[in-house]
């Protein structure tokens, strides 16, 4: 049963290792260093909003505000930054903080009146996304020294390759979360909610602290892929992020973690964020394929991997 559990990660690694050995051996620099350094920068606010994502999946909900959330905290920072002249650390300050209080209200609203998470989360991305329209309609640029130092650090590796900023502050994420799903009470916490609420409850798990905590926590990592975003873009955008919530559940699923919940890896999300990156990657490369066959093929991955899971607790129920 274990190993059975381990499949669909094992499936989606061996995936991401051939296409990148077929794109290696059909296109000259596929297979360099510096591809795979994009990959990160370019994914980085996406790879930080998949962990976020992985928490609530695992939980056993949803969180479609994620989206609308990079959004308005991207238009926010840039227009403290830009017409406000705040500085973007007091900013981020603000912000961060916010995000977090955000997600945490949506927790409340689903523990306390057990409301479902697909209707709360879809009421608070409309909310998130009309606020950010608000506040600007129009892209906003962001011209600050601060920017421009951030975008110039980070390290030069072999073949010209650069990790940049946005990479390093991923990867810093991704240890503290893989860090408390799988080496503290929290994790343990989570998981166990996502196998069976009633039988957690009985385990004495501390459901109402736990429920706001994961919509806490993604509210907080969503906030904080927009800001890394407005480094990416040098701006914020009121339609920034539009369809990155389903991105970011179909990086978590194609990863290996069941939607009904109690069983993921925060590893495989990372890894189903850089499937669909070097999908993307390959299309580009090859230059004659519209863009949109990434879609295309994420979404046959996607029924793939659903089947996938439906297969296995099929067979796990007959077993048990």
Known sequence: MMAKRFLPLWITTGLLIVLFIIGSAQFEGFGSLRVITNLFSDNAFLLITALGMTLVIISGGIDLSVGSVIALSGVVCSVLITQYQWHPVAV???VLPLGTLFGALMGVLIHEYRLQPFIVT???MFLARGLATTISEKSVEIDHPFYDAVSDFGLLLPGNAWLDASSMLFALLLIVIVVIMHFTRLGTNIYALGGN???AVLMGV???KTTISIY???SFLATFAGIVFTFYTFSGYALAGVGVELDAIAAVVIGGTLLTGGSGFVIGSVLGVLLM???QT?????????????KIVIGLLLFFFIVLQKLLNRNNKLHA
Do not use: H, N, R
């Open 197 to 199: 609420e009633q039988s």
């Open 216 to 218: 806490a926590a993604s």
């Open 92 to 94: 981020f300050a603000l």
């Open 206 to 208: 501390p459901v109402k």
């Open 282 to 294: 390959y299309i580009t490369f090859d230059g004659t394929l519209s863009s949109w066959w990434t």
């Open 277 to 279: 990156g070097i999908i």
């Open 122 to 124: 879809l009421a608070g």
